[in-house]
Nanobody
């Protein structure tokens, strides 16, 4: 049973920073990719950033240059460093992991990020 546990959300003023963490139960190298999604009230869930097993990175256009996804394999943890936060970044941020081998898509519970203007 794969568990993904997010932490690091909170309330921050515009221009501030937060670092989100997603701790997985077991090695994260078994996943083909991990990423962060976000969902704001009344909006569809959107993909914010991904990191593949081979280290390839991808970002939503609106966060490029401000957000950085990274991982620590020894800690089985993926991070999302968020700088220069804007009120429109306010959402629940949800960790995701994909394992093509078993055709599974895993989700965390999410962590709230609120950016005040």
């Amino acid at each position: 049973q794969v568990q993904l546990v997010e932490s690091g959300g909170g309330l921050v003023q515009a221009g501030g920073s937060l670092r989100l963490s997603c701790a997985a139960s077991g090695s994260i190298l078994r996943f083909n990719a991990m990423g962060w999604y976000r969902q704001a009230p009344g909006k569809q869930r959107e993909l914010v950033a991904t990191i593949t097993r081979d280290g390839s990175l991808n970002y939503l256009d609106s966060v490029k240059g401000r957000f950085t996804i990274s991982r620590d394999n020894a800690k089985n943890t993926v991070y999302l460093q968020m700088n220069s936060l804007k009120p429109e970044d306010t959402a629940v941020y949800i960790c995701n992991a994909v394992d093509f081998g078993v055709r599974m898509n895993y989700w965390g519970q999410g962590t709230q990020v609120t950016v005040s203007s």
